[in-house]
């Protein structure tokens, strides 16, 4: 009766095997290739501009779901976004955000293809690294979040080689303009600043529609745990074209909403002993 039970339950163990494996994450990856492995889950977004409103993803090379470097154009209740407005004036540099609420998630996948076009979110006052990213007090819950627009999409690849120089996409709208890092390899930053206005020679257009800015002065590596850019004027390449220069003013009135090489985004943050 025992070898019987044991071996009853080996070949109970042996069939039910593969079902218990094929929830992991390594399983996931090897056997759909990335087509199932984005799960419905939460996503942390930092907020910038004034009159319109932006979402920066905070991107992670270290969980599939949140393997995007991802923008969108959003908009808030008329009396959420006033407030907001009021404390963006009073904090120009300060790190607002905000998380989809826990019954209201989706994948980032179906912001792209237009699945999911609003959401429920917790915006909070600030954000730290500590314990690998904590937000800051709550200033609103359940807030509807339309989105807009999908201004940046993109999927870490990482077939791609790290650019030698840094490279940063400039959005924005009107006469609000942003930049964020182009992220490529781990280990890598986010950042992300605010500019006094739209740099001169982009249109209207080419601001909504982004364009890559090269800076031919500032090396990719080594990984620093501050900013490369400092204040001043630097030479950039649109898009990389030695044709196309750019002189990008970086003053004083540029401000630096969020700049980290933590928050989970790479498997070992350099910048922590």
Known sequence: MKRSLATLMLALSILLAPQAFAHSAHELHAVNNGADADAPGNHGMFMVGSQTLFLVHMPMFTTEKHRYQIVLQASLPADVMAKYQALRAANPSKPYNLINVDNDTFTLPQLKAGEVTAFKATIFDGYSNDGGGTP???LFDNVPVTVEAVVIYRPFNLGIERPKQLVYTL????????LTHYIAQDPD?????????????????????????NFTTVQSLPIVCQSPLKPGVYPTLLEGRADAPVALDLGPAAQRVWYSTGNLLNKTDPCQP
């Open 136 to 138: 800051g007090p709550v």
């Open 171 to 178: 959005f924005g709208r009107g006469n609000e303009a942003h």
């Open 189 to 213: 930053f986010q950042e992300i600043i605010t500019l006094p206005a739209p740099p001169a020679p982009f249109s209207a257009a080419q601001l909504v529609s982004t364009v890559d800015l």
